[in-house]
């Protein structure tokens, strides 16, 4: 069983992780250096999808 998630970034770019946990330091971190923006836990949890 795949604990794969994906969470899409409204630019059109498409993080992947392991779990939740991963996916949503992911899409912190492309937010963080690819906008210059502060994604919140609870903003980026609600973005991700299993993929
Ligand atoms: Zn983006």
Do not use: W
């Amino acid at each position: 069983m795949s604990d794969a998630k994906v969470i899409q970034c409204p630019c059109g770019y498409v993080l992947h992780g392991t779990g939740d946990a991963e996916v949503i330091a992911a899409a912190q971190s492309h937010a963080r250096d690819v906008h210059d923006q502060e994604l919140s836990l609870e903003q980026a949890r609600a973005m991700a999808r299993p993929a």
